[in-house]
C-alpha cells in the first residue's frame, strides 16, 4: 500500500477520470492512444470519414481506395451496358460479357478523364452520364489524392524511446530515468515533456487511482539534437522515494509521458505520448553512451542504442 | 431581482456587449454561432465565398456545384453553336435541339478533360474557345475539389454535451454541472473550459446584463478519454447560491460554455461552444455512470447515455 | 512640445526602429502594411514569388497566369512546328499561319490534356516533346490552381473600423475612442487589442520618434459578435492628457493599431493592423448607436454605421 | 581558461548535451541546421520521404520526379510490349524499338491522361493494365504536384544576418551587437530573439562545454519592417565582460541564435537560427547606417548593406 505524502501534487487529472479500477490495465498504449472501449455512438459516423481515411494503414488504404475505383467503374459500366451498348462508338464486341468490359473500360477512361475516344459515347443518355461520370471523377480522384498527400504530408513526430526506464545513479542519489530521440532528421524545438505516476493508492475495495505528477532535473529543452534523457530524481520529494519494484507492481504503476515540440519542418506543433509499466522499470542499471565523435571529430548519435542499458 | 456580489467578477465581456436588453433572447445557439442579425454589409461579399462554400450543408454543396458545372456547360454550348455546328469535327445532327446538346456534350468533354475526339473543334473561333475552357475548367475544377476537400478535412471539435446542466450533490453541498465528450475517436489534449453566467440584473428600465465567469472545479485537463464533467461548486462566493429555479428564469440565465482543444489528429487548436438556458437546469438530479468495465475488465464508455440524469 | 511623463511606458520598440525623422510620414498604411521602402534586394526574388502570386489583385492574378498558358502554349506551338508539322496527324492546313495555329491548339489540348485526338504526334521527337508537355502542363496547372486555391482559402480577418478616433465622454471625463466590426460571417474570438502612440517629442535637431502604448479600458474580448469601441481613457497617467489637436498635428502623431484574434473558421490566428494620424482624431464627438433590436426583438447590428458619430 | 560567474545562469540546456567535447566544431550551421551526424536509423525510412522531397534542392527534386516520370513509363511500356503490340490500336510500326518507343508513347498519353486516342487499347489485359496505369497517374501526378506546391508554399523566414557579430559602444560602454533583416517583403510580427554562448569551460581532460544565455537590451519587438541590432550589453554580469578575442578562440566561442516570429502572410509561426564563431567577431568596430531617407523624404532600408561595418 502507497501512501501519498504530498496531497498537493495528485489533483492532477489526466482525463482518464479518477477510478479506473481495473488492475493491469494500461491506460495509454506505446502508440499514444488510449486504450479505452467506446461504445453508443452513432452507427453510420460522417465525421469519422476523413479520420480513418488519413489514419489507417498504408496497406488498408491502397486497398480502400481501388476497391472503391473498381466498384465505381462497375456501378458505371452497368449503366452503360443497360443503356445500350448501341450507343457506346466503336464498341465491337458481340458477347455480353466482352460488351461488359467496353463499358468498363469505357468507364475507366472517362472517370479518369484519359478518354481514348476509340470508344465515344452517343445518345442522350449515355452522353449525359458520361459527362456526369467525368465531373465525378474529377472530384473523386480530387478526394482520393488529397487524402493521399494528407497522409504523406501530416505532421506527427516519430519519437524513439527507450525500451524501459531506469533506476539509475545520479548525483550523490539515484533517479528514475527514459531516454528519446528524434527518429526523422528534421529539427524539433522548444521541446516540452512531463511524466506522470499512475497508480493505485490503498486496498481492496478503498482503492483509487492517483495521477501523480513527477518532477523532473529540466522540463524543457531548446532543440532536440542528439537525444534527450529525462530525469526524475529520487529525493525525498518524490512519492517513488524507496518505493520497490514489488511495490509498483502491486500498485499497478504506470509512468505516462506527454511530450510536446514544434517541428521546424512542419511549422506545426506536435505531440508525442509514451507509457512505462511497473514491469518495464529497470532497477540499478545506466544507460549505455549513444554519442561519440567519428575519426573526423564530428559527434554522432547511434540511435539503434537508445534502449541499451547495463545493469550495475 | 439578483445582487451581484462580487464586483470584482463581473467585469468579463463576452462581446455581446453590455446590454442586450430583450428578454428570452438566446445569445449562443446551441451549435456555438450567435444570435445576432447583421445588416449593412456590402450586397456583394466576396469575402464570404469561402466561408459559405465550407460552412453550408452537404447537400446545399452538391447542388451548387452540380448546377454551377450545368450551368458552365450551357454558356459555352451557346458559343460553340453560336459559332457554327460545321466547326464541330463529327457532330452529325441535324435537329437544332441535338446540335445544341451535341456542343453541350463536346463542351462537358472539354471541360474536364476527357476529349474523346469523336467530337473535336476545327476553325480559330472554335478552337480558341475550347483552348480556353479546357484552361477554365482545369483551374475552376481544382477549386471546386480544394473546396471539396477543405470541407471534409476541416479541423473542428465535435462535442457531445449533455442536454441539461445539473445541480448535483457534490462533496459536503451542491453544484453545477454537465458533462461532455469527444465523439470523433481522435484525441484531444490541453483542455480549457470556460463558464460563464449571463443574467439580467436589476428590475425594468434599469436592468442590464451581466456576464459572470463562473469558478470551477477544474479548468484544464490534459486528455479527454472519457467524458468530462464540469463543476461549479455552490460555495457562498457562487452568484448562484441559494438562487432559485424561479430567479434563474426571470433573470433570463443562460451559462455559455467555451471550450480549446488541441486536435492531435490535425494538429490543431480547436474550439466548442454551447449553452444552456434557465429551462435546461435541472435541480436536484445527478447524472448516470457512463464508464464501465466490459467483461474483459477493459474501461468502456457510453456516449449514447451523456445527457442522462436521475432525479434526487 | 510634448513631455514625456512616464519614461517606464515609452520602451516599446515596434520595429520602426527609434528615430524615422521625417515628419507627416504615416508609418503603417490603412491596410496594415509598412510604409518604408526597401532596397538593395537581390533582383531575382524566388522567394518572393509564392508571396506576391498570392498578394496581388485579383486582376494582375488572372492577367499573370493567363498570359502564361498563352506564353507557353505559343513557345511549344513553335517547337512542334519547327519539328515539321508532317508529324501532327489530323494538320490538314497549308498556309503557315494556319500550319502554326494548328500546333498552338495541339499544344494547349496536351498542355491541359485533353487530347481530343483529331491531332495526334508522331515521330520520335514530336511524341517526345508532347509528353514532356503533358507532364509539365499537369505540374504547372497544380501549381496554378494551388495558388488560386491558396489566394481563396487564405485566413485573414476582414475588419471594418471606424475612420475616424473620437475624444468622447467616458464616465466622468474623456476618452480615445474607435471602434471596429467583422465583417466576415465568421467567429473571431479571444481577440486581443494594442494601442501605440508614435509621437515626435522634442524640437527641431532634437526631436526624436517615440512609441507609447496606450493603456485600455479593456485589452481583450472573448467573441466578437458584435463591434468593439477600444476605449483609452484620457486620465492624468495618460501622455495625451490635456494634449489639444494643434499638438497632436505638430507633433505627427500616429495611433498604431495591432488587433490578433482566432478565427474559428480557419481555426488559425489572424492579425489586422490599422493606423489613425492626427488628422482623423475627432475632438468632443460620441459614436452613432449601431446596435438595435429587431421588430421580433433579436438584437441586431448594423455596419454601414459603423464609423457615424455625432458631435457634441 | 574561463571563469564561470553566475552559476544560475548556466542551466539552459540547448539540446547538444552537456560535454561535445571536441574543438572546432560548429554546432549549429549557417543555415540554422545542427551538425550533428546520425547511426543506427533503420535502412528503409518512409517517414523521411516527405521531409527529404520538401528540402531537397530544386534541382534535385525535379531530377528526381522526372526520373521517377521516365522510369514509370518504361515500366509500363515493357508491360504493353509484353503483351503484344497488336493490343494497341494506331501502332503501325515494325521494327522492335520503334513498336517499343510507341508502347513508351501510349503509357506517356495514358498516365498524364492525355489519351489522343490515336494510340488506343483493346484487348482485356492491356485494357486492364492501361485503366490501373491512368488510375495510378492520377494518383502520383497528384502527389507530385502536392509536393510541389507545398515547396512553393512552405513557410519560412528568409532573414539575412550581417556576417559578423560587432563588438561595438553602446551607452558608456561596449555591447556585442548583430543584425538582421527580412528578406521578404511580407511582414513578420511578434518577434522573439534568444542568444547562447557556447564556449569549453576549464583546461584539457577537466574542461566542459556550457550554454550561457547572454541577457539582451530586448528580447522582443512588434514588427520587423526595418532590421533589428540585437544589443548584448558588456556590463559586470556578463560572461563576456573583459573577454579578449584570443579567449573566445581558446574556448572555441559560439553564439548560438535563435529567432521566432509569426509570418503574417501565412498566418504562421516560423523559427530561424544562426550562428557565429569566435572568428567571427569583431573587435571595436560598428555598424554602418542602413536606413535613410529617400527625396520624397520615405524612410528606406538597403539590406545590401546589413553587414557593412566600419573600424573604430
Known sequence: MIKIKHKSTINEDLGFGKNPTQNNQRLLNKDGSSNIKRKGLPFFKPHEAYNSLIFMSWTRFWITISISYIGINIFFAFIYYSLGMEHLNGSVSTEPFKKFLDAFFFSAQTIATVGYGHLSPNGFLTNIVAAFESFLGLLTFALAT???YGRFSRPNAKIIYSENILVAPYLEGKAYMFR?????????????????????????EKATRRFVPLKLERNTINLLTLSWTVVHPLDEESILYNLSAKELI???????????????????????RNSYKANEVVFDAKFEKIINTDKDGIAEIDLAKISDYQVI
Chains 1, 2, 3, 4 share one sequence.
Not at 528519446?180 to 481492496?204: P, T
Open 250 to 272: 502491486d500498485g499497478d504503476a504506470e509512468f505516462i509521458i506527454m511530450l510536446k515540440a514544434f517541428d521546424d519542418a512542419f511549422s506545426q506543433t506536435v505531440h508525442s
Open 146 to 148: 488529397g487524402l493521399l
Open 180 to 204: 528519446f530521440a528524434n527518429l526523422r532528421s528534421n529539427q524539433l524545438i522548444e521541446l516540452h515533456v512531463e511524466v506522470l505516476l499512475s497508480i493505485n493508492v490503498g486496498e481492496g
